[in-house]
């Protein structure tokens, strides 16, 4: 029997009656994505569907060590610009572009989950400058 708390995971499925509903207990541990990298497979015990530990986050069917995606996602958040976090990640352009995508992707998600019925009873924007040109 796993130790391991399954409950930040959800299932998935979006056909699933448990989709997306984290700590229901729907979750089991079931055999292994990758034994030597300890990733976990999981299996839904509403809808029977298995799926990586890693799926829906920007890990998933990466070949690069955690460590190495870490390190991309902070130079990307640090205003390094693709090229330069290449060179300094030593990774190919395409690698940055694919992980800068998929962690846009899905924190864009996870805002979208998390910030929901936000009551807003003050906005205040800030001033845009810009130069607006002037033909005759």
Known sequence: ???QDW???ACPNTTCQAFGQRGGGYLR???W???AKGIRCLRCTACGKSFSQRSGTPLFRTQLPPDKVLQI???LVEGTGMRATSRLCRVSLN???RLAR???NHAQHFHDQMV???PVHQVQADEAWSFVGKKR
């Open 1 to 3: 029997m796993d130790a």
């Open 7 to 9: 409950s930040a995971f």
């Open 29 to 31: 541990p079931h055999g």
């Open 33 to 35: 994505s990758s034994n």
């Open 73 to 75: 996602a902070e130079h």
């Open 95 to 97: 690698t940055v572009l």
């Open 102 to 104: 998929r962690a846009g």
């Open 116 to 118: 929901q019925h936000v």
